[in-house]
């Protein structure tokens, strides 16, 4: 499973080489989250409407290593968004991935753009 997990590094807006088109707005629920696939990732789509954000990351948990992280609780913390895992509650920030409970275990993330009301995310290859 570690081999899964090195899969997945944090793309910043200005590393964005390729722009893929993951579904129009209306597919991804408001103040939460859903899945997409990019080649052999499985992505979470976060539409944070309370502060009008997109944000992207991993979908694979990388404490259980299971693919729930598109199903965990969206909020803040003192203004951070983040995630909370729904296996075990740990916390992740949407901007750079840190865990927000101290620990060790970080996740990737992803630019988003919405252009003509359609969803894109930004990726190395």
């Known amino acids: 499973m570690e081999e899964l997990l090195n899969t997945y590094k944090s793309v910043t807006l200005e590393g964005a080489r390729t722009w893929v088109q993951v579904g129009h707005q209306s597919d991804f629920p408001q103040n939460g989250g ?7 990732k499985q ?6 409407s309370l502060t009008q954000s ?3 990351c991993q979908n694979l948990c ?3 290593m299971e693919m729930v992280l598109s199903r965990g609780m969206i909020g803040d913390l003192d ?3 983040k995630v909370a895992c729904p296996l075990h509650k740990k916390t992740f920030s949407l901007e750079n991935g840190s865990n927000l409970n101290g620990e060790n275990f970080k996740i990737a993330v992803y630019p988003v753009k919405i252009k003509n009301e359609m969803v894109y995310i930004g990726f190395e290859d």
């Open 62 to 64: 990388p404490h259980k």
């Open 34 to 40: 859903a899945c997409i696939k990019h080649k052999n």
């Open 43 to 48: 992505i979470a789509v976060y539409n944070f």
């Open 79 to 81: 203004g951070i968004p």
């Open 54 to 56: 997109w944000y992207a």
